[in-house]
């Protein structure tokens, strides 16, 4: 067992031979640690979810890697960071809220560090559409009109630094890898 992970499995996973999802998401886990760009990632990721849920009126906190195994669907859940919320206070948001604060991560990538790996907000993206508060494709709907939204904000953000502040020419684009 990996410190600092929680886990939410059968005690029957633990023993030997350990299962092969649990021994995968282990592996993943320490080699996310392993990498300071990805934690620094993670950890931009999560704040942006945090701030979000703030604004929301939502009261937040932190969690750490999770390792979860769903019995009734028989899927692995690997998570290397969460911002958690109360159950109650999420369920009173309304979809277009659920929204904004699932794509606030991807989108705080996207602005520090300019570029969101798909995996990063994979599960985001899931507990939108798989959250029964609409049917599927207008769920992708809003969440690709939610992360449009934000992006437009970041141009004209972007667009006003130019104008007042004139383009740093010294300064090249390299993303982050």
């Known amino acids: 067992m990996l410190t600092n992970v929680a886990y939410a499995i059968p005690t029957h996973h633990f023993y030997e031979p ?12 320490t ?10 990632a993670v950890g931009i990721h999560e704040a942006n979810h945090y701030l979000t849920a703030k604004k929301l009126g939502l009261q937040p906190r932190y969690g750490g890697s999770a390792i979860e195994h769903i019995c009734e669907t028989d899927q692995w859940v690997c998570t290397f960071g969460q ?8 369920q009173k ?24 790996p798909d ?12 959250s029964g508060r609409g049917k599927p494709s207008d769920l992708i709907w809003l969440w690709k009109k939610t992360l449009e939204a934000q992006r437009r904000l970041i141009h004209a953000g972007a667009r006003y630094e130019s104008e ?11 993303p982050i890898q």
């Open 93 to 116: 948001l309304t979809i277009e809220q659920t929204a904004e604060f699932l794509v606030a991560g991807s989108v705080a990538e996207r602005v520090i560090l300019g570029f969101a």
């Open 119 to 130: 995996e990063t907000s994979q599960s985001d993206y899931e507990a939108l559409i798989f």
């Open 164 to 174: 007042i502040f004139g383009i740093d020419r010294s300064v090249r684009a390299s």
């Open 83 to 90: 911002t958690q919320v109360p159950i109650e206070e999420y």
């Open 18 to 29: 350990k299962h092969r999802k649990l021994s995968e998401c282990e592996e993943l886990i």
């Open 31 to 40: 080699r996310l640690r392993k990498d300071s760009k990805q934690r620094l």
